[in-house]
């Protein structure tokens, strides 16, 4: 296979929905089973919001059986999906879960009570030989209702060799019914002390479980809310114009090059191009910008974003999953399902963490029974029993993947999108940011900055002069110099032998004079005395402009200065990514003294004048052979390689598509600020992620030792298992509340 026929297919991705998953090591059996399907290239299964991103040309019917066959429930994912009916099934999954805890946890209280208060009969007595088989049939239907996922799981697993969650919640609770029953039916023989009944155990176990399972999901829906209301923003019908007939059709049928109106109040349904009519359009869901933008005909619009004040006509340019709001769903959606490298190491550890806990649980159990005190038996069964149900590693398994999708959540509603997860990983730890300076700390539009007349001319004529001579000019200033005037409402004349001298300017007649527009150069060249002047020229150069002459008759009329001012909020930015401790470099193919100039006014104090567009990836390596982590941070199609080459490539939204897609990070809205917040993001969520890690390992480790039986020679302390149960739900519950406090941290001074 040719690496073009590698990349045609990794372009192809199937969304699954999998159901059944409860920890890492489910996690790597999904992987496992969608990785042998013929025609996979790569999978990513995301447990915070359970699905799975399947890159490859795969039938998705063999995708879905090949989970099923793991063990799993599988749906496939299709184009936009409806975030109700998402909601709803997130709803009756929680209900579910709330009501077998409900069943499990009402019964296990009940048995309880009854002992403690010795309602129930000894199990040698009359009474006893028939209640407590009776109690044992109930406690099976209940374990079966409330726990048949569990343990259907962990049949699964061992089929294939593995062992996982699953496995460990059905050897506590089904080794606990187990010896209960045997308890019954051998009272007579068994000492007194390990004549105890473990039913309530193994319900209430299943109970606080299902209760932590079903809080997680219910946190985990609030997480993946993001994503959700980015789905919600497409509207599922549009207003097309169909035979000169305005009609709503849905928007899955809505063709390119079809017209559209939009009115007041509505959303736009997909992409495309106004050409009639005026509004002003509320882009914040791609932006993060709240002020409306304005527009008129030739503008741009995008699905998703609200129509305002007017209404207007457009043709849709781009349709389905090429729209810009699909395409952020698709890169949040696989920032959300890539693992950094943080993530790699929870699996790799998860990976022989279940099979270590059962190793563990049958030592203990073999220390007590030849090494403990009587009921050996007894007090070996409840230890390992209860090593195995506190050490299921849910929050092992939750750990890196709830923060990061938290993360990446809170980034797209800021008008960050992170497209590789691992750039939450690698911002934090950037060293330098490498600033392109045309449309990344300047507008990157050029405008008339400055205008400068003689005694004989004021500045409309000198405007109306210059922008004449320029109406037949391609020179990317001359743009500008039109858009000056036109502003202005200045008579453009006709010029006559219009001239472009290459490097100097352009010379053309005008109402039977000769004008000429250009430099220094040009100015010698015409023989035009214009050295009073040069004192005028070198000010505005150092001050960041473009300055050019303008003579008529052969003398001085004037000077018009074009320049691409910086963005308002460039300074501040470069001024906040300096007090996270980055270093700033501007890099711009523009002249040593306009790059200065910009490098000042942003207090940029590393500058790269005159690049060619091939040598800033070049830069960027030669920095990091320096030792430094390189963040790039650039718009247009000649920064691409040097997004590519950096540590974290991070696209200006506004650039071209070239750029974007080279790019880790990218900044939907044109604000520099939003770097220094994608660091801070990025080091938040490095050490939200270490927190919930540090958390699950250390609850193991000494909760592990403590279920064990570690305390009871000096203490005399045993561990229930219940209590066991209900600790391992609430870890996993804490990991998830720490993860989401994310949401609210505050990123920038």
């Not at 919930?692 to 609850?699: D, K, Q, R």
């Amino acid at each position: 296979m040719t690496a073009e026929q590698i990349s045609e297919q990794a372009s192809d991705i199937t969304r699954l929905s999998i159901m059944g998953m409860s920890c890492a090591g489910c996690v790597s059996a999904v992987e496992g089973a969608l990785a042998s399907v013929p025609g996979v290239v790569s999978v990513e299964v995301n447990f915070a919001d359970h699905s799975a991103m399947v890159k490859g040309r795969a039938e998705p019917e063999l995708l879905k059986q090949a989970v099923i066959s793991a063990g799993y429930d599988a749906a496939v994912m299709e184009g936009f999906e409806n975030p109700e009916e998402q909601e709803e099934l997130e709803r009756l999954r929680y209900r579910s879960l709330m009501k077998k805890a409900a069943v499990a946890g009402a019964f296990g209280a009940f048995l309880m009570l009854a002992e403690h208060f010795s309602w129930l009969p000894d199990m040698g007595s009359p009474e006893g030989r028939w209640i407590w088989p009776e109690l044992a049939l109930i406690t099976l239907g209940i374990m079966v209702y409330s726990g048949l996922h569990f343990y259907r799981g962990a049949a699964k697993a061992l089929s294939l060799g593995q062992a996982n969650m699953d496995t460990l919640i059905a050897l506590g609770t089904g080794a606990a019914w187990l010896y209960s029953c045997i308890v019954i039916d051998f009272h007579a023989v068994l000492p007194s002390l390990a004549k105890h009944a473990y039913f309530e155990a193994a319900v209430v176990i299943l109970a606080f479980i299902n209760l932590g399972t079903g809080l997680e999901t219910l946190a985990r829906g609030r997480t993946s809310g993001a994503i959700r209301q980015l789905i919600g923003l497409q509207p599922r019908t549009a207003r097309v114009i169909r035979d000169g007939k305005e009609q709503d059709v849905p928007i899955e049928t809505v063709g390119l090059g079809e017209t559209i109106r939009v009115r007041p109040g509505e959303k736009i349904p997909v992409d495309g191009a106004l050409f009639e009519g005026h509004s002003t359009v509320d882009e914040s869901m791609l932006t993060g910008e709240p002020i409306p933008v304005e527009k008129t005909a030739g503008s741009e619009v995008a699905a998703g974003t609200l129509n305002q004040s007017g209404t207007f006509l457009f043709k849709a340019t781009r349709i389905g999953r090429d729209t810009a709001l699909a395409q952020i769903i698709k890169s949040v959606r696989q920032a959300q399902s890539s693992k950094p490298d943080i993530a790699r190491l929870a699996d790799k550890i998860s990976a022989v963490f279940v099979p270590a806990v059962v190793l563990i649980a049958i030592v203990t159990f073999a220390v007590w029974y030849f090494f403990g005190p009587n009921p050996a038996f007894g007090y070996g069964f409840v230890t390992s029993m209860t090593v195995l149900v506190i050490a299921c590693p849910c929050a092992l398994g939750l750990a890196t993947p709830i923060s990061v999708m938290v993360a990446v959540g809170r980034a797209a509603q800021s008008g960050i999108l992170i497209r590789q997860g691992d750039a939450l990983q690698k911002a934090g730890k950037l060293t330098c940011i490498v600033l392109d300076k045309t449309g990344t700390l300047t507008e990157g539009k050029p405008s008339v900055s400055t205008i400068k007349h003689t005694a004989k001319f004021d500045g409309d004529a000198v405007l109306r002069l210059a922008a004449s001579i320029e109406s037949g000019s391609e020179h990317p200033l001359a743009a500008s110099i039109l858009a000056a005037a036109r502003q202005k409402a200045l008579n453009i004349e006709k010029a006559q032998n219009f001239q472009a001298v290459a490097g100097h300017g352009v010379t053309a007649n005008i109402n039977g004079k000769p004008v000429y527009f250009g430099n220094r150069s040009l100015m010698k060249l015409k023989g035009v005395d214009s050295r009073q002047y040069d004192e005028q020229m070198t000010e505005l150069s150092n001050l960041g402009q473009t300055p050019m002459f303008l003579a008529v008759d052969n003398m001085i009329a004037g000077i018009i200065a074009v320049s691409d001012p910086i963005k308002k909020d460039s300074a501040n930015a470069v001024q906040q990514l300096q007090k996270l401790g980055v270093k700033v470099i501007m890099v711009t193919g523009d002249n040593e003294i306009t790059a200065q100039a910009i490098a000042k006014l942003a207090g940029i104090k590393e500058v790269k004048a005159q690049v060619l567009p091939q040598d800033k990836a070049g830069i960027v390596q030669a920095l990091q052979q320096q030792g430094e982590k390189v963040g790039m941070v650039g718009d247009g199609i000649n920064d691409a390689p040097a997004l590519a080459q950096a540590d974290v490539g991070m696209a200006i939204g506004t650039g071209t598509d070239v750029a974007i897609e080279s790019a880790d990070v990218v900044i939907l809205q044109g604000s520099l600020l939003k770097v220094p917040e994608a660091i801070a993001l990025s080091k938040a969520t490095v050490s939200n992620i270490k927190q919930n890690l540090f958390g699950a390992f250390f609850y193991n480790t000494i909760s592990i030792p403590v279920a064990a039986g570690a305390l009871y020679p000096v203490f005399g302390l045993l561990l229930n298992p219940m209590i066991a149960g209900a600790a391992m739900a609430m870890s996993s519950l804490t990991v998830v509340a720490n993860a989401n406090r994310l949401r609210w941290k505050k990123l920038t001074g």
